[in-house]
């Protein structure tokens, strides 16, 4: 069972090149997110979607954009990227039905992003 | 919007019981939840409390009182492998997770 499958797992990137990080499931859930930690900090929301064909902003939208052209891929993309977005990229999904249940999260392995 | 506190870093020896507490304030609250991450690892879900009171998953519970906007992770009998950063994160009604900037716990000897 994979899960949640990230790529790439590192990349180093010059300021002003566009980036896109991939993200696939393989649970069938219908939300997928896509965070990002700093070093020693938590997890901010970057985009959400609740379901295939919609997306929304999280906390730290601004240089980020999402599609969710189906169920299994959520692909994050940095059309310019600049040094303040070097961190870890997480992209999770859970089995969200309105807030029923846990809403438990399951993350991929990361993916780590240094921008020059 | 959310905020979420939390200790950065609490120390315990082998065996021992520690609490790590979460105090939040937010809008459109649905329930709290608490992941551990291993070294910058993929965080993983440890438990989720909807409802006042306390959840108990076996040597880990979590507790919430939404009156005071608080919760907390009791860890027991712990052990080194516990060594991790814990986060605690609120869920909203739409779905989505808020998290704290995660506490660092080290299990020593």
């Known amino acids: 069972i994979a899960g949640i499958t990230q790529a790439p797992t590192s990349q180093i990137l010059a300021a002003g090149r566009r980036m896109t990080l991939r993200c696939t499931q393989d649970?069938?859930?219908?939300?997928m997110y896509w965070y990002r930690q700093d070093l020693g900090l938590g997890l901010r929301l970057i985009h959400y979607s609740n379901t295939a064909g919609t997306t929304g902003k999280g906390e730290v939208p601004d240089g980020y954009s999402v599609s969710r052209a189906n169920t299994d891929d959520f692909p994050l993309t940095l059309a310019s990227a600049v040094p303040s977005q070097t961190s870890v990229y997480f992209c999770a999904s859970s089995d969200s039905r309105g807030g029923a249940g846990t809403g438990e999260l399951f993350f991929g392995e990361g993916s780590r992003l240094t921008v020059l | 919007g959310q905020s979420l506190e939390q200790p950065s870093e609490v120390t315990a020896v082998e065996g021992a019981i520690v609490q790590i507490n979460c105090t939040y304030q937010?809008?459109?609250?649905?329930?709290l939840s608490w992941y551990q991450q291993h070294d910058g690892g993929a965080p993983t879900f440890l438990s989720y409390n909807g409802l006042d009171g306390l959840e108990e998953t076996g040597r880990f519970s979590s507790f919430l009182s939404r009156s005071d906007s608080y919760g907390y992770l009791l860890l027991q009998e712990l052990q080194m492998k516990d060594s991790a950063s814990y986060f605690c994160?609120?869920?909203?009604?739409?779905?989505?997770?808020?998290f704290g900037d995660g506490t660092t716990l080290t299990v020593k000897p």
């Open positions: 649970m069938r859930h219908n939300a």
């Open positions: 994160a609120v869920r909203d009604s739409a779905g989505k997770s808020t």
């Open positions: 937010t809008s459109g609250f649905y329930g």
